[in-house]
C-alpha cells in the first residue's frame, strides 16, 4: 500500500511570502493520481489541485503543483491571509489510506 | 451549482448506530461515485469507502468493513452511510465527497458531527 508523507508539518511564514510543501510517496503514485485540499478550521477540505497540476474551479493561480512518481509539492506563491490552513495530499489507488497527514500553514 | 448537503449532527450511545445522509444537487447524480471520508477531533482525514450510485456498487476501507453499510436513492440523489456498533473512537465529523478527475473528490460536503458517548 502506498503511505503518503507530508513535510513539514507545521510551517511558519508571514503573508507575501512563499510557501511550499511537501508530499512523498512510499511508492510511485499511478498515473498521476495526486492531488491537494486546503482545509480551515470548521470547514469541510476544499479541491486546491487535481492530476498533480491541475487547479480546481476557482482556484487562484498562486497555488500550484508539482512533481511526478514519488515526490509531489504545493507552492502558494504568495501568502494571502486566507491561505492560512491545513493542506492535504491525497493519492487515488488501491491503498485504504488516501490521504498524507497534513502541513499546517501559521502565521509566524 | 454542485451541492452535497448532509444530516445533522448526533449523539449517539455506544453500542448504537448511525446513518448519515448526503443530498447530490447541480449534477447527474448516478454519473459520479461518492466517497465517504471522517475526521476525529484534531486529527488527519481517514477514508471510510465508496459506492457507484448508478448500480450500487460499494467498496468499503477494510477497517469498517463489516460495521459500515453505503446505500443510494436514486429517486432522491442521496447516498446513505450507516455505521454500527459505534464506540467513542468513531466520534468524528463524516464527510461525503464526489468522485472528481484523476481520483480526487470535488466537492465535499459541510460535514456531520458524530457524537459518541454514554
Known amino acids: 500500500e502506498i503511505v503518503l508523507t507530508q513535510s513539514p508539518g507545521t510551517l511558519s511564514l508571514s503573508p507575501g511570502e512563499r510557501a511550499t510543501l511537501s508530499c512523498r510517496a512510499s511508492?510511485?503514485?499511478?498515473?498521476?493520481?495526486l492531488a491537494w485540499y486546503q482545509q480551515k478550521p470548521g470547514q469541510a477540505p476544499r479541491l486546491l489541485i487535481y492530476?498533480?497540476?491541475s487547479r480546481a474551479t476557482g482556484i487562484p493561480d498562486r497555488f500550484s503543483g508539482s512533481g511526478s512518481g514519488t515526490d509531489f509539492t504545493l507552492t502558494i506563491s504568495r501568502l494571502e491571509p486566507e491561505d492560512f490552513a491545513v493542506y492535504y495530499c491525497?493519492?487515488?489507488?488501491?491503498?485504504?489510506?488516501?490521504f498524507g497527514g497534513g502541513t499546517k500553514v501559521e502565521i509566524k | 451549482q454542485v451541492q452535497l448537503v448532509q444530516s445533522g449532527a448526533e449523539v449517539k450511545k455506544p453500542g448504537a448506530s448511525v446513518k448519515v445522509s448526503c443530498k447530490a444537487s447541480?449534477?447527474?447524480?448516478?454519473?459520479?461515485?461518492m466517497h465517504w471520508v471522517r475526521q476525529a477531533p484534531g486529527q488527519g482525514l481517514e477514508w471510510m469507502g465508496i459506492?457507484?450510485?448508478?448500480?450500487?456498487?460499494?467498496t468499503y476501507a477494510q477497517k469498517f468493513q463489516g460495521r459500515v453499510t453505503m446505500t443510494r436513492d436514486t429517486s432522491t440523489s442521496t447516498v446513505y452511510m450507516e455505521l454500527s456498533s459505534l464506540r467513542s473512537e468513531d466520534t468524528a465529523v463524516y464527510y461525503c465527497?464526489?468522485?472528481?478527475?484523476?481520483?480526487?473528490?470535488?466537492?465535499w460536503g459541510q460535514g456531520t458531527l458524530v457524537i459518541v458517548s454514554s
Open positions: 492530476g498533480v497540476s
Open positions: 465527497a464526489r468522485a472528481y478527475g484523476s481520483g480526487s473528490y470535488n466537492p
Open positions: 511508492q510511485s503514485v499511478s498515473s498521476n493520481y
Open positions: 447541480g449534477y447527474t447524480f448516478t454519473s459520479y461515485y
Open positions: 491525497q493519492q487515488y489507488g488501491s491503498s485504504p489510506v488516501p
Open positions: 459506492i457507484n450510485p448508478s448500480s450500487g456498487i460499494t
